[in-house]
């Protein structure tokens, strides 16, 4: 059984969630702060299709016990989008890096939208226009570079990992 991939995972997830408590207060811009734990969840999905939703979901229960939105959150939506960009990430595969980018940046700015508008759903004291322009939009593409430069490191990763295991 090749558990490589598996502790590629969770060393991964490990390192974004200090990475998001430590690092990620330090690098708003414009009032956009990253998100690490999110960012990482879609990279995943994309690089790792089989990689399963129980991370995604414990991920992102942790990003919202950290955080001041509501708990559940982000345990939603990153579990629906790791279960989407998975699926769709296996069905639409043509060994170029257009979809996988594609995936990502959408699945990027849709969670960040969705996060938005549950904040306000669940009574949030924030304007729609302030949640979805001045938030979902730049923290959709701020997380969206954070995947997408996390993409090829998982994908080299991984692919060590089994080249490793064939080895042996």
Do not use: W
């Not at 990482?40 to 001041?68: H, Q």
């Not at 990153?78 to 980018?101: E, G, H, K, Q």
């Not at 904040?119 to 001045?134: H, K, P, T």
Request: hydrophobic share 60%; glycine share 8%; net charge negative.
């Amino acid at each position: 059984m090749n558990n490589k991939p598996l502790i590629v995972s969770i060393i991964g997830a490990v390192i974004a969630v200090v990475l998001q408590a430590t690092v990620a207060p330090a690098m708003e811009i414009a009032s956009a702060l990253p998100n690490f734990i999110l960012a990482y969840v879609l990279a995943l999905a994309v690089s790792r299709p089989e990689s399963g939703l129980v991370m995604p979901f414990l991920l992102g229960l942790i990003f919202d016990l950290m955080g001041t939105g509501p708990v559940g959150a982000m345990a939603l939506i990153c579990t629906l989008m790791a279960f989407a960009l998975s699926r769709l990430s296996v069905v639409l595969d043509n060994d170029t890096l257009f979809m996988p980018i594609v995936l990502i940046i959408a699945g990027s700015l849709i969670s960040n939208i969705v996060y938005g508008i549950l904040i306000i759903a669940c009574g949030m004291d924030v304007s729609i226009l302030e949640a979805l322009v001045g938030r979902a939009l730049p923290c959709g593409i701020y997380d969206a570079v954070l995947a997408l430069v996390m993409f090829p490191l998982l994908l080299r990763l991984m692919q060590l990992g089994e080249n490793q295991m064939r080895m042996h």
